[in-house]
């Protein structure tokens, strides 16, 4: 069992930047590929980025590319999104989610996920 819980979210004016954390519990957070998706009002979820285990390999949705990163520091249990050059299309509630077997951009594909932090960005 994993519980996750996201900060790090708020109001930022469009070309302002926002770093998310996503703490987990327990002890074998390494063990699991993290990633973060949105969901901005009358939308479906959508994926934004992947990272795997070790930190070594990420992905990023297209919209996304050369503005956020994400990375994780195993030994805090903590996921990031660094996120830079907002755009007000980025406003949405973000989530993490950790899958243990799957390395996907599909969230059926995780199995547990945060409660969401609301993000804004204004014009």
């Known amino acids: 069992q994993v519980q996750l819980v996201e900060s790090g979210g708020g109001l930022v004016q469009a070309g302002g930047s926002l770093r998310l954390s996503c703490a987990a519990s327990?002890?074998?957070?390494?063990?699991?590929?993290m990633g973060w998706f949105r969901q901005a009002p009358g939308k479906e979820r959508e994926f934004v980025a992947r990272?795997?285990?070790?930190?070594?390999?990420?992905d990023y949705t297209s919209s996304v590319k050369g503005r956020f990163t994400i990375s994780r520091d195993n030994a805090k249990n903590t996921v990031y999104l660094q996120m830079n050059s907002l755009k007000p299309e980025d406003t949405a509630v973000y989530y993490c989610?950790?899958?243990?077997?799957?390395?996907?951009?599909?969230?059926?594909?995780?199995?547990?996920w945060g409660q969401g932090t609301q993000v804004t960005v204004s014009s």
């Open positions: 989610a950790a899958a243990l077997f799957g390395y996907s951009v599909y969230a059926a594909s995780y199995d547990y």
């Open positions: 990272v795997n285990r070790d930190g070594g390999n990420a």
């Open positions: 327990g002890r074998t957070f390494s063990s699991y590929n």
